[in-house]
């Protein structure tokens, strides 16, 4: 039986962490894809109200907040299994946006938005989904019981 933190660290085949070519455009076709699928959240980024895919393609900004981002993926991913290891980390995510004033339900869609990323990346089974659907709940659930210890606003769901 193949652990889900396999199935998700196989799927990142197309969203690759490093300084090479191809890990600096994943991150930038991640960027391209987010504001082109959710225009919503560009407001949580200075200056990208009206951003064009060549921006991003050119900004050096995108070259480094898509492997953030990217990095970011695959600690959740390898740290699925870590109960303790990985609500730490969905706390410093979300400790790092308290600025920004994120609507406390995008941390959940951006796990949806990123299935569907790696959708357009190539070969992406319904299990592989499943697998960042479950992942986005799991964040989705420490995101919201981080915020309401903060005193912060919290998805009414």
């Not at 890990?23 to 200075?46: C, M, N, T, W």
Request: hydrophobic letters at 45%.
């Amino acid at each position: 039986m193949t652990t889900m933190r396999a199935i998700l660290l196989n799927s990142l085949k197309g969203a690759k962490v490093g300084r090479n070519d191809q890990a600096i455009q994943d991150g930038r076709d991640f960027y391209k894809f987010l504001f082109e699928a959710s225009p919503v959240i560009r407001r949580h980024f200075v200056g990208a109200a009206i951003i064009t895919s060549d921006d991003i393609q050119t900004a050096p900004r995108f070259a480094q907040q898509g492997q953030r981002f990217l990095l970011a993926i695959h600690v959740l991913a390898s740290s699925i299994d870590n109960d303790e290891a990985f609500s730490a980390y969905a706390r410093e995510i979300v400790n790092k946006h308290i600025d920004l004033e994120v609507d406390p339900r995008l941390w959940k869609v951006i796990f949806e938005i990123f299935a569907n990323f790696l959708e357009t990346k190539g070969e992406f089974s319904s299990e592989q989904r499943d697998a960042w659907l479950s992942l986005g709940d799991k964040f989705y659930s420490a995101a919201q019981a981080h915020l309401n210890e903060l005193s912060l606003p919290t998805d009414p769901e």
